[in-house]
């Protein structure tokens, strides 16, 4: 589903031209739930970006169901991100002046779909993440770390993505959430048949996947359960 | 909820700002309203001066000034030279002559005081002693034959009556009112002047205390009571317009030689309306200033605001949304804090408008107008001597007072245009803003 091949990504700095990525390789099946571990700046942000077409490598190709994204022009790359990709932020990124049901509706328009369909879409997702009625016309800041995530992932979902990438999405929640909001991404990616690739420091959150990719000062170790 | 709603949603996202914004848009809308209304009104009556009085042309025999002087009348044949002279759309002849006590049995309303007295006075030797006596001055009362009685007073000078016709050859007049007054003359009374009985046709009055103790006839008709047939004392040529007064000027001074003086109110009359000219200057200084602040204004607005929400940028743009549909909103955000600013802003121009215009014109006439009115009092007074009740000047210095400010289609729709212009300027440089902002910066800032 997800095929990297020797992808490198290169920064120029003042002082001089950083490698953030070196001849990454690597295979994500459909359906598979991977994670990433890394320390900080070893590349994983990077190499999220990059898989989400929101930058542009120096050399390699990405193959998401056969198509290499980093060779899209830029509308292509967003109905791309509106239509195979969902994100999901450490720090939840939602509308802050629109409701938990306004902000999964957002990413239902730019997926396309006709307007009189995304309210029921947006409630069912909500519903399907534990939302109740109530708590989905609330604006985020109205919301919990938890529930902030949960709309998160409603609005990942939104577009029936191929894959989900997330960037730390536990990273910002308690344990007990943090356990609750892996084990909805988890179930997600079985009921859906979703391709997760998750960024996380949690090294037991790591070990609860189905693959994990070592990132290290750019170059990548693959490791199998 | 689309990115129209969304931006038109957002604009009121932080109420207290918007408020100030939109506060702030409204006054500049307001000042480019009512400035665009002060320039516009001001410019009409440049206009509607320089199509009337600025484009008469004034001749009279030369060496005459005032009342006082020499040369000898102009000639018919002088009327048809003027009248076939190019860009001249209209000739008024006019005989000025005085009715002494012998002449009429009006007696004059005004008495002369110490300035008539010295005007009238006069020298004669006594039964040749050599011995110079002056005589006691007699006041008398001004009579003017003119093709164009309406050139001498308007028709909405006169009182009772109506005015007569300057080609008629009848002994009918209009007299003043203060005259008429003294004298107890209405209208259908008759007096003498000259030997002839008069009657009166029309009562008026013009405001001016010289010229109501005047008479005015026919052209015509005074000539053959005063027995100066075809005697022409001034003419008053009319140009087809402003531009070619000085044009004309030359060719009538080419064509009637140096028998004539010849003078054209333009310079008069543009010096009358030098101060209308900067208040239209600066009326218009008024709008680019007000519409660059107001545009300055929602464009560090939007700036702002974007540079704020850069991360919300980028998680739109990071779930789907394109360059262009951002744009749109940020868009549609300073298109809405620029209609309601502009909005309140027409309301307050329309209210502002005439105050403000007032406001120019008395600011910036004060001056000429304190002059005009001497000018009134001085000139005025020595050219009724010779008859001719018009005059430029208070013409001019009432004009500056009688400015309408009337916000007509073509101002509404100009103020429209600069709030549009003023949205679409504010809100370019967001625009290619956000265009830069790239999405992978969400993430880099996690």
């Known amino acids: ?225 | 909820m689309n990115v129209i709603s969304r931006g038109v949603r957002n604009a009121l996202r932080s109420p207290v700002r918007s408020g100030a914004i939109i506060l702030m848009l409204a006054i500049s809308v307001g000042l480019v309203l009512a400035m665009l209304v002060a320039r516009s009104s001001v410019n009409a009556k440049i206009n509607e001066v320089k199509a009337t009085t600025a484009t008469q042309i004034t001749i009279n025999p030369a060496g005459i000034q005032g009342g006082v002087g020499s040369g000898d009348d102009l000639t018919a044949e002088q009327v048809k030279i003027v009248a076939g002279t190019a860009h001249i759309t209209g000739v008024t002849s006019t005989l000025t002559d005085q009715l002494g006590s012998t002449d009429t049995n009006l007696t004059p309303s005004l008495t002369l005081g110490s300035f008539g007295k010295r005007q009238q006075r006069f020298e004669t030797n006594d039964g040749g002693s050599g011995a110079i006596q002056r005589k006691m001055p007699i006041p008398r009362t001004s009579i003017t034959g003119t093709s164009n009685p309406a050139s001498v007073v308007t028709s909405d000078k006169i009182t009772s009556g109506a005015t007569i016709d300057g080609d008629s050859s009848d002994n009918i007049a209009l007299v003043g009112t203060t005259l008429a007054a003294k004298n107890n003359l209405s209208v259908g009374s008759t007096f003498t002047a000259f030997g002839a009985t008069v009657t009166v046709k029309g009562i008026f009055s013009s405001g001016n205390t010289f010229q109501d103790n005047g008479i005015i006839m026919p052209l015509a008709s005074l000539q053959t009571l005063t027995q100066q047939p075809g005697a022409i004392s001034s003419m008053t040529a009319t140009a087809d317009s402003s531009e070619n007064v000085a044009g004309v000027v030359s060719a009538l001074k080419n064509s009637l030689g140096d028998k004539v003086d010849i003078t054209s109110q333009q310079e008069e009359a543009q010096n009358s309306l030098a101060p209308l000219e900067n208040i239209a200057s600066l009326a218009l200084t008024g709008v680019i200033g007000a519409a660059i602040a107001g545009a300055v204004i929602i464009l560090l607005s939007m700036v702002m605001i974007v540079r704020e929400r850069r991360r919300e940028i980028g998680v739109i743009k990071a779930i789907g949304g394109t360059n262009a549909k951002v744009i749109v909103q940020f868009m549609t955000e300073a298109l809405t804090l620029t209609i309601i600013g502009g909005i309140i802003g027409l309301g307050i121009g329309v209210a502002a408008s005439g105050p403000m215009t007032r406001s120019l014109v008395d600011s910036n006439t004060n001056t000429p107008t304190t002059g005009i009115a001497h000018q009134a009092g001085g000139i005025g007074s020595a050219r009724g001597f010779t008859g001719g009740f018009r005059q430029v000047s208070s013409q001019l210095a009432t004009n500056f007072k009688t400015i309408n400010s009337t916000l007509t289609p073509q101002i509404f729709a100009s103020s429209v245009g600069v709030i549009l212009l003023i949205a679409i300027v504010g809100s370019a440089i967001p625009a290619w803003s956000i265009a830069r902002v790239r999405p992978a910066e969400v993430l880099r800032t996690e």
């Open chain 1, 1 to 225: 589903m997800l095929t990297v091949n020797n992808l490198t990504k290169t920064f120029e700095a003042a002082h001089g031209t950083v490698h953030a990525l070196h001849d990454v390789s690597f295979h994500v099946e459909t359906g598979q739930f991977a994670s990433i571990i890394g320390k900080s700046g070893s590349g994983k942000t990077t190499l999220l970006s990059l898989l989400g077409a929101l930058d542009t490598p120096t050399s390699g190709e990405i193959l998401v169901e056969d198509i290499d994204i980093s060779k899209l022009s830029a509308h292509k790359q967003s109905a791309y991100r509106a239509r195979k990709i969902g994100f999901i932020f450490q720090h939840y990124n939602l509308i802050p002046n629109l409701s938990a049901l306004e902000n999964v509706m957002l990413a239902l328009e730019f997926g396309g779909m006709p307007a009189y369909e995304r309210p029921d879409r947006a409630a069912k997702l909500l519903e399907e993440v534990g939302l109740t009625d109530e708590e989905q016309l609330r604006k985020p800041t109205r919301l919990s770390g938890g529930q902030q995530q949960r709309v998160s992932i409603a609005r990942a979902l939104a577009n029936r993505p191929s894959l989900i990438l997330a960037d730390e999405p536990t990273g910002n929640l308690d344990s007990v959430t943090g356990k609750k909001i892996f084990d909805l991404l988890h179930s997600l990616s079985r009921s859906e048949n979703t391709t997760i690739l998750a960024v996380t420091h949690d090294l037991d959150i790591a070990g609860k996947t189905d693959r994990t990719f070592t990132l290290k000062d750019g170059t990548m170790t693959i490791g199998k359960k």
